[in-house]
């Protein structure tokens, strides 16, 4: 069974940065591409960012465009979300899911899903 483990969420004060990883068990990255979603209080479930397994077709919501970076060490089988200047309104619970194949944003094309991690920035 696959498992992913996001961590690295916290509180930080606005302008802030948080560097989160999403940690993949198993030889499931083969050929897997990985998204990062996020779900605020009363609100849906969105795409963040998204990177392919060989990491040359990636996506950002328009929302994290220049402040967040998405990156992936496939010999760590590891996805990061490194994300900068961070404002209130990325309060929310963020989870990494993965998916064979090509990137998607949508959240019912991804098949794995982890616990999701806490990210508060406070103003």
């Known amino acids: 069974q696959v498992q992913l483990v996001e961590s690295g969420g916290g509180l930080v004060q606005a302008g802030g940065s948080l560097r989160l990883s999403c940690v993949a068990s198993?030889?499931?990255?083969?050929?897997?591409?990985v998204g990062w979603f996020r779900q605020a209080p009363r609100k849906e479930r969105e795409s963040v960012a998204a990177?392919?397994?060989?990491?040359?077709?990636?996506y950002y919501a328009d929302s994290v465009k220049d402040r967040f970076t998405i990156s992936r060490d496939n010999a760590k089988n590891t996805v990061y979300l490194q994300m900068n200047m961070l404002q209130p309104e990325d309060t929310a619970v963020y989870y990494c899911a993965a998916r064979r194949g090509t990137v998607r944003t949508i959240v019912g094309e991804y098949d794995y899903w982890g616990q999701g991690t806490q990210v508060t920035v406070s103003s």
């Open positions: 198993g030889r499931f990255f083969i050929g897997y591409a």
């Open positions: 990177i392919s397994w060989s990491g040359d077709t990636i």
